[in-house]
C-alpha cells in the first residue's frame, strides 16, 4: 500500500494520541521564515515487521513533541509511507517522497534491503537520510556518504561481542539459524567473526527466506544435530513466532538459544517461550537509568504501550534531527553546519549516551540481557563504546 497516510488502522489509533500533541506544540514554535519542514517517514506498516515500524513512528513523534519549540523553529508535516518491506519497491517509493512530495529528509527503514533503495535514492538527490533500525553494513561502510546517518546499529555490532561470550562458555559448537538476507546474513558474519577467534565451531549454517516463518523442518534438523548452543536472527512477528515454536519443540531449556532482536517488541505475545533466553543488544527495556524509565514513562504515557528498542531508535532519530536542525536555525540549505552538528552530536538516549563514528554509525555499548518476566533485564556490558564493523571500510568520507 502506498501513499501519505497508508497507516494501518492500529498505527493511527496510536498515533491519533500524539498527533494532537504535536499539532499544539509545534505551530506555535514556528517563524514565518521558513516553510513547513517535510519529513518522509518510510516504514513498514504491513507485514511482519509492521510492530517495528508503528514503534519506530511512535518514537520518533516522541522526541519530536519533548523538543516543543526548538527544532530550529520549522513548522513539522510528515509524509508516511508503507515500504511494505518490499526491496523491489524501495528505490521508486523513496524517489516518490523526494520527487513527488518534496520531503526534506527521510527517516527510514527497518528491512536492510530496501534500505539499500533509499541509499540509492539518498546518493543520487542528496537528500538527508536517518535510518532508525536497518543494520545493513554497506550504508555506513562502502557505501557510506555524507548525507546518511544511523541511530541504530549496523547488523554485525549487536552479534559481534555474542560470539565470544559464547563460546567462552565452553559452547563451542553451535548452529545459527536465520533469514535469507543482508541483515540475517551480516548479523550471523558478527557473531561468527567473535566465535570463530574464541575456538568455536559451526556444525552448521541454516536459512530460511525472508519473512517465512516455516520452522519446523528446520527444528527437526536442530534436534538431530544437536549442537551445545544455537544463534538465531529473527524479528518481529518471526521472532514471536519463532520463540512459540521453539518452545513447542521441546528445545526450549535443552540447547541454549542466543539472538539479538528475538526477544525484543514481543514479551507480552509470547508469554512464557522467552523466559530466560538471553540476548545481546544495544537496548534493554530493562536498562534501570534515570533516563530510560523517564522515557517508558513518557512512552507509556503516550501510547499506552510499553517501548522497545525500535522505539528508542525511532526516538534517537528524532533527536538527532533536532540537534541538527537547531545548529542551522532550521536551514537545511547550511548543508555543512548541519553535517557536521550530526556529525558531532552526542545523543543522550534511553540506551545510554552515543556518538556518531566517521562512518555515521553509532558508536556504543552493547549489553548482555535475559528475559525475566516481561523484561529483557540487562545483565551486563558485553561491549563498552564498540565501534563495529571499523569504520575504515567508509573511504567517502574523510578521514
Ligand atoms: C534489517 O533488515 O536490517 C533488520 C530488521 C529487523 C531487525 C534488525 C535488522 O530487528
Not at 516553510?35 to 519506530?56: D, N
Not at 534438523?221 to 518481529?236: C, D, L, N, R, T
Not at 514479551?267 to 540476548?279: K, P, S, W
Request: charged share 20%; aromatic share 8%.
Amino acid at each position: 500500500m502506498n501513499g501519505m497516510f497508508s497507516y494501518t488502522r492500529r498505527t493511527l489509533l496510536r498515533t491519533a494520541s500524539i498527533a494532537g500533541l504535536l499539532s499544539i506544540c509545534l505551530p506555535r514554535a514556528s517563524l514565518a521564515q521558513f516553510s513547513k519542514l517535510k519529513i518522509g517517514l518510510m516504514l513498514p506498516y504491513t507485514g511482519t515487521f509492521a510492530p517495528l515500524g508503528v514503534a519506530i513512528s511512535n518514537g520518533f513523534r516522541l522526541a519530536l513533541s519533548e523538543q516543543d519549540g526548538n527544532l530550529g523553529g520549522r513548522e513539522i508535516e510528515i509524509v508516511s509511507i508503507d515500504d511494505e518491506s518490499d526491496p523491489a519497491k524501495a528505490a521508486d517509493r523513496a524517489n516518490q517522497l523526494v520527487s513527488r512530495d518534496k520531503v526534506d529528509v527521510i527517516v527510514g527503514t527497518v528491512h536492510s534491503g530496501v534500505q539499500m533503495g533509499i541509499i540509492k535514492i539518498a546518493r543520487d538527490t542528496g537528500v538527508l537520510n536517518i535510518i532508525p533500525n536497518a543494520g545493513v553494513e554497506a550504508a555506513t561502510g562502502v557505501l557510506c556518504s555524507g548525507n546518511v546517518f544511523r541511530a541504530s546499529f549496523s547488523n554485525g555490532q549487536p552479534a559481534f561481542p555474542l560470539g565470544k561470550i559464547v563460546a567462552d562458555r565452553g559452547l563451542k559448537n553451535v548452529v545459527t539459524l536465520a533469514w535469507k538476507y543482508g541483515a540475517g546474513e551480516e548479523s550471523v558474519a558478527g557473531f561468527k567473526d567473535s566465535f570463530l577467534k574464541a575456538g568455536g565451531k559451526i556444525l552448521k549454517e541454516l536459512w530460511i527466506p525472508f519473512p517465512n516463518v516455516e520452522f519446523q523442518s528446520l527444528l527437526t534438523e536442530i534436534a538431530s544435530i544437536k549442537p551445545q548452543a544455537v544463534y538465531v536472527f529473527f524479528a518481529g512477528g518471526g521472532a514471536a513466532k519463532f520463540l512459540k515454536d521453539w518452545q513447542a519443540a521441546g528445545l526450549k531449556g535443552k540447547i541454549p538459544l542466543f539472538s539479538t532482536f528475538l526477544t525484543d517488541g514481543v514479551l507480552e505475545a509470547v508469554g512464557d517461550a522467552a523466559e530466560g533466553i538471553e540476548t545481546a543488544l544495544h537496548y534493554g527495556d530493562g536498562l534501570d537509568t534515570p533516563r530510560n524509565r523517564a522515557f517508558q514513562l513518557a512512552y507509556a504515557k503516550a501510547f499506552k504501550l510499553q517501548p522497545d528498542v525500535y522505539a528508542v531508535q525511532g526516538y534517537d532519530s528524532g533527536l538527532l534531527l533536532g540537534i541538527g536542525l537547531r545548529a542551522v536555525k532550521g536551514d537545511l540549505k547550511q548543508r555543512k553546519a548541519l553535517i557536521a552538528a550530526l556529525e558531532n552530536a552526542e545523543i543522550d538516549s534511553p540506551r545510554g549516551k552515543w556518538r556518531m563514528s566517521r562512518a555515521h554509525n553509532p558508536i556504543q555499548d552493547i549489553y548482555l540481557r535475559k528475559v525475566i518476566g516481561r523484561e529483557n533485564k540487562v545483565i551486563s556490558v558485553a561491549a563498552k563504546g564498540l565501534d563495529y564493523p571499523s569504520a575504515l571500510t567508509c573511504k567517502l568520507l574523510p578521514l
